[in-house]
């Protein structure tokens, strides 16, 4: 039987980091006092219930969705790469998307005449940059079919539209410059609550495809040629699924950053768990992990330990660089290639 | 009784490369045939043409009466199962989620198991002796254990043809008959027809009803008396240093 106990574990976990979320800050709250803030704001403080609802349950829920979605994508890239390495912030993927960010953010006067909402413009550029790296990066894939050189590949599209956003930022005027590069530090708290559905849809989306995804997923492992014979129309099932790892990266950095790792660990945190590299157990458990992961990092960085708040990507990278080293050098690897 | 599986005047290659033409063979339920020939001779090639991997640059592919080409990627999955070249690295999954993958063509959008389902996946355990590693995970395998963990998924798959690209490579000599007899065992018992390359000749020699001998870009198929009586295998398997021995059905180095 199907033991259903880590699932529990991770689901609890992420629930009390999504309540820890919520009573910390500047002003610590009591459960009982965010309760009310939610369930009728009119008979609290005023201030209070501002910053329950406009402030930390916004921030709780982009953190939580951000890490399920990156996470979700780390996981189908990781599959169909046949590369356990790959994930969203690796593979230039999350460069690409920062690079429609910067277009939209950096080169303003460019398209301020087009009558596109700015938010539309932001969330389009970055999924459209995050698609153009993925389109890349498969493409390389079928040329080359090697991880490493995979990987490399990544890299050098990384590098480039670094390099493009270099020149963006030295054209840009300097208040434009200072938001994109604190955009660029990562920030889970950049979404206001009306404006969450950008996030949530696209994560929602993701999560609706995963669902369906680990039959085909198990079959990928196989390799393309076996994925066949059993069935699987493996290009379409490939595109189909990096399309939405596309669009679910673009959206996440377009409302908090190139958020680094999360995407790749995740993954690994939840074969570690589960020993399992079984598709049907293992996305439901990097879902959870995700959020979890997500909502850990940015507790971390609010917490105000080293003198203040820290840098988003600071935390992820701090925490995802050893967990990256410890897949690699570990020898416990359930992920199957590389 | 009519064929499983008919080949007729089949070109196979690469686009503007051909590497083996006049390619007729038939193959019936329960019957055993070994593709052999030398490297490089389009062993594979014509495999995953017959998988429909590859398009045929010319000829005919019928199976079970229906064309090849007609066959969309799914109702070819229920017509043939493969187990290709090169073990999968597909990390901690135990040996009967693997054998279940089998079931796919089968399956619904979920891949969710029937009560039949899993009847067949025990089934296929059993007929390869995979039973007992039903809870091990597959990269715990040794090659050979991992092999027929490959087979058994295959014949989950519940398909009247199984395709296997050289099978017995990286087993050592006792594991090869023995794979190649419980071949010939479902064969026989489950009525299907298996069509494999392998480089061990006198094994496929031993143990399989036809023989189909690539030389010279051609196609040479029947019995394993035949191929010996015919001198084909002398002439498929001639190179400086290395001779065909029909009294042995082995290669044997020539020494000048």
Partial sequence: ?338 | MKPLLAIEDLVVGHPGVVLLKDVSFTLKAGEVAAIVGVNGSGKSTLLRTVLGLYPPLAGSITIMDEDLAALSVKARSRSIGAVLTGRPRIGAIDVRTVVALGRHPWTGHMGRLSAVDHERVENAMTSTGTQDLANRTFDSLSDGEAQKVQLARAVAQDTPLLVLDEPTAHLDVVNRVVLVTLLREIARSLQRGVLLSTHDLTTAMDLCDRILVIHDRALWSGTPAEAITSGILSRAFAADGSHFDPNTSTLRGTTH
């Fill in chain 1, 1 to 338: 039987m199907k033991s259903i106990r880590p699932y529990v574990v991770l689901g609890l976990l992420t629930f009390f980091l999504f309540i820890l979320e919520l009573v910390t800050g500047s002003t610590a709250l009591s459960v009982r006092e965010v309760w009310a803030a939610l369930v009728d704001p009119s008979a609290t403080d005023p201030g209070v219930a501002a910053v329950v609802r406009e402030v930390r349950m916004p921030q709780a829920i982009t953190a939580l969705l951000a890490g399920m979605g990156l996470a979700v994508g780390g996981l189908f890239m990781q599959t169909i790469f046949r590369n356990p390495l790959a994930g969203p912030s690796v593979m230039g993927v999350s460069s690409g998307a920062s690079l429609g960010v910067a277009v939209v953010m950096l080169a303003h006067p460019l398209w301020a005449s087009l009558p596109i909402p700015p938010d539309a413009a932001l969330m389009g550029a970055a999924m459209g940059g995050a698609l153009a790296v993925l389109s890349l990066v498969m493409f390389a894939d079928r040329r080359v079919g090697d991880g490493v050189t995979l990987l490399i590949v990544g890299l050098l599209i990384s590098y480039l539209c670094s390099a493009l956003v270099s020149v963006l930022q030295s054209t840009s005027s300097a208040q434009a410059l200072q938001g994109f590069v604190f955009w660029g530090m990562g920030s889970f708290g950049g979404v206001s609550s009306d404006r969450l559905l950008w996030l949530a849809i696209p994560v929602a989306t993701t999560m609706v495809v995963a669902v369906f995804s680990p039959k085909t997923l198990n079959a990928l492992l196989l390799g393309d040629d076996h994925a066949t014979t059993l069935g699987v129309d493996t290009r379409r099932s490939r595109r189909r699924l990096l399309w939405i790892t596309g669009i679910v990266a673009g959206a996440v950095t377009a409302c908090c950053g190139p958020i680094a790792f999360i995407g790749m660990v995740t993954p690994h945190l939840a074969r570690g768990m589960l020993r399992t590299n079984d598709h049907a157990k293992l996305i439901p458990a990097t879902v959870l992990c995700g959020g979890a992961l997500a909502l850990l990092c940015d507790l971390i960085a609010r917490s105000g330990f080293m003198g203040g708040s820290l840098p988003l990507n600071a935390v992820t990278s701090l925490l995802g660089a050893p967990m990256v080293g410890w897949v690699l050098f570990s020898g416990k690897r359930w992920a199957g290639s590389a």
